[in-house]
Structure formats: structure tokens, C-alpha cells
């Protein structure tokens, strides 16, 4: 199964570490390896694919340009409790949505060869702009602003 310019496939195998904290035992997952499909299947791995998204091109950006880009691993928990990888993602924001309804994701340092894929898929789309949206028509400090009431400066 080959990449295509949006989606790449991955073999993912997670591992299972339990550690003694104390009396109790804690349960860690990591994953124990991230291989193209385009190789031969890991024993235990699932295929789980990588899809990039227009819409997510700024969230793309940001993590690639940083010293530490990031992948994360979107996991299923079975009933038996085991992890089972079902999504790949670059959006950071993707895996703080995740984390919020409670869907475990683990994250990997990215591989150059996938930032590169990103930034040529950045590049093909157009880059976008990025910015804090501020609403510079309000001023907080002097309360001033659309929501403030001043029908009573008019009286």
C-alpha cells in the first residue's frame, strides 16, 4: 500500500510496560514501533493511516517548525483494557480533542521524512496565514468596546 499525497499508511505496534509505583502497579503504553506500509507487517501491528487535511495546515506548520514535531497515535481501549492504535495525526489540536473526551493518544517524535511530506503538502495547498485572533476593537482596561452599554454617557 503506497502514500498518496494526503494519506500515508503506517504499521503501529504498541507495547505494554508495567511499572511498580510504590505498592501499586501502574500500566504505560508506548509504541514500540511506526513502519510504512509499504513493508512487511510487524507481528501484532496494526494498519492505521495518516491523513493530512487542508483545513489543519496551520496546525502543521507549527509543529513541524518546532525543534520537537510531534506525531500522535489516536488509540481505541478495548474492553480487556489494551490499546489499540486507530489514527495518526499532526494536529496537536486533534490529540488535545482526543485527550478531552477521553481517547488515549500517545505521541512519537516525527520522522524527517514525514515532516517533509507535510511541508511539501503545505506547499502544494498554500500555507496559511496564522495568527492570534484578538479583537483589537475592544479595549478591556478602559471598558470600551461593542458589548459595553453607553446609552448612559448619552442621558
Sequence with gaps: MQHTESQWPMYVSLKKIEKQVG?????????????????????????????LHKDERGSYRINIDMDNAMLYIVCDETEDGEWKPVAIS???????????????VLNIP????????????????????????????????????????????RL
Design 90 to 104: 499532526a494536529d496537536q489540536n486533534v490529540a488535545a480533542g482526543c485527550l478531552e473526551a477521553d481517547t488515549p
Design 110 to 153: 516525527m520522522p524527517k521524512a514525514i515532516a517533509c511530506w507535510i511541508e511539501a503538502f503545505i506547499t502544494r495547498h498554500g500555507e496559511v496565514e496564522i495568527c492570534a485572533h484578538r479583537r483589537k476593537h475592544v479595549n478591556r482596561r478602559k471598558n470600551e468596546g461593542p458589548s459595553t452599554n453607553h446609552t448612559e454617557d
Design 23 to 51: 505498592r501499586w502497579t501502574s500500566v504505560q503504553w508506548e509504541v514500540e514501533q511506526m513502519l510504512p506500509a509499504t513493508h512487511a507487517a510487524p507481528a501484532g501491528a496494526n494498519l492505521v493511516l495518516l491523513e
